[in-house]
């Protein structure tokens, strides 16, 4: 193709006057022929075209499916805003009843009551609960008294032992004491030989 021609074709491409056929002219000229200088951005330009020539049309219905995925994405759009509204509501709705719940509970908490009229009585059975409480205290001192005999036996047996090993270290001493004499002794002895 003469660049007097091509010149012309890639004007009427631009001004949007091309024919389908002057337009396939121009992709198979791109993609074969040799390229005149300035000419590079419709190289890739007209590449592009016949790369993208291998996208297949939309299908039969295309636009309805298009157009009910739209559809369905606003329909979810709005019940997640719903949802959104409930849960806060029924949050807050919770945090009321749990707050009237607990004054309700802490406000009708049953105070103490008396159980005896006649202090007398009151009394009475005071001293009863104390007794008792008493007497099991004492058979559980009573259940303990082995553990503190067996405490005593120890410390006593420690005693024993303890003077058992100071009567032997006292032996000792003494033994060492008669080592050390008779190590003076032979000292002296080997030095009067010696002389």
Known sequence: ??????????ERYYSGES????????REFFREGVIPDGYEAEKIIFGYYSESADIPE????FEDQLL???DAAERNRKTMKIRKIVV?????????????GSYFFFKTKAEP???FKDPVIAYAETIKILRDVSSMINRGAQVLEPVGKMN????????SINK?????EKNLKSLNYLEKETDNSENHVEKKINK
Request: charged share 25%; hydrophobic share 40%; net charge negative.
């Open 19 to 26: 024919t389908e056929e002057e337009e396939s002219l121009l």
């Open 164 to 168: 058992s090993t100071r009567i032997v």
């Open 88 to 100: 806060s509501v029924l949050s807050t709705a919770a945090a009321l009843l749990l707050l009237a």
């Open 1 to 10: 193709m003469k660049e007097e021609e091509l010149k012309r074709l890639t």
């Open 68 to 70: 009910a995925g739209i």
């Open 113 to 115: 009551s008396d159980t």
């Open 58 to 61: 939309p299908s039969i219905g």
């Open 152 to 159: 005593e036996v120890s410390h006593r047996t420690f005693n």
